[in-house]
């Protein structure tokens, strides 16, 4: 079974551009979620889509929207870019059932994005 | 708030020892506790989930134990190998839905 699928692996963007991150799940699973991880910070949670609805959101500005497609697959769309949005961004799929947490996330590899 | 803390220092320990990882919350109650680990330039590998009425869950070499009363769950790693260094993440489940909130995790070393 083919693993999560992240693309393009390595990004640079100048600043006030937008950027689109791509993310295909493991087949079958129904919830994407996407976090961004900076030596700073760790990894903080962004958003999670399930069945193509927002379900959960973190505490980002909301110049950092995502989507998710009938398919399953989610990009993830950061505009107005900003030095501190340099980070690796990561997406991640699950078999939800109950939606309760009992689900191990499946991460990809991440996009690294560089903002200069 | 909500906080997770794992030891920020990085563990070093011989081959054949039993490492000990370190995950402490505060201000919630997680139903659920997953443990990760993480290599350099890729993302995190699902590796254990406790529930709050487990105290200890194994898988071969590793251990997870959830003290709630604590706040605390520790992860142990026996007859540690080379091949065990990474970074390891707690992630406690807070919200609905795949809301994971991760330690900042803490990075194992195991010489040989």
């Known amino acids: 079974k083919a693993g999560v699928t992240q693309t393009p692996r390595y990004l640079i963007k100048t600043r006030g551009q937008q950027v689109t991150l791509s993310c295909s799940p493991i087949s079958g699973h129904r919830s994407v979620s996407w976090y961004q991880q900076t030596p700073g910070q760790g990894l903080q949670f962004l958003f999670e889509?399930?069945?193509?609805?927002?379900?959960n959101k973190g505490n980002f500005p909301g110049r950092f929207s995502g989507r998710q497609f009938s398919n399953s697959r989610s990009e993830m769309n950061v505009s107005t870019l900003e030095l501190g949005d340099s980070a690796l961004y990561l997406c991640?799929?699950?078999?939800?059932?109950?939606?309760?947490?009992?689900?191990?996330?499946?991460f990809g590899n991440g996009t690294r994005l560089t903002v200069t | 708030s909500q906080k997770i803390e794992q030891n920020s220092e990085a563990l070093n320990i011989q081959e054949g020892k039993t490492a000990t990882l370190t995950c402490n919350y505060t201000?919630?109650?997680?139903?659920?506790l997953q443990w990760y680990r993480q290599d350099p330039g890729r993302g995190p590998v699902f590796l254990l989930l406790i529930r709050e009425n487990e105290k200890e869950k194994r898988k071969e070499r590793l251990k997870v134990t959830f003290d709630t009363t604590l706040k605390q769950s520790l992860f142990h790693i026996t007859a540690s190998q080379p091949a065990d260094s990474a970074t390891y993440l707690c992630?406690?489940?807070?919200?609905?839905?795949?809301?994971?909130?991760f330690g900042t995790g803490t990075q194992l070393k195991v010489e040989l």
């Open positions: 201000n919630y109650s997680p139903a659920y």
């Open positions: 889509y399930f069945s193509e609805t927002q379900r």
């Open positions: 991640a799929s699950s078999l939800v059932g109950t939606g309760d947490g009992r689900s191990p996330l499946h």
């Open positions: 992630a406690p489940l807070t919200g609905g839905g795949n809301k994971l909130t």
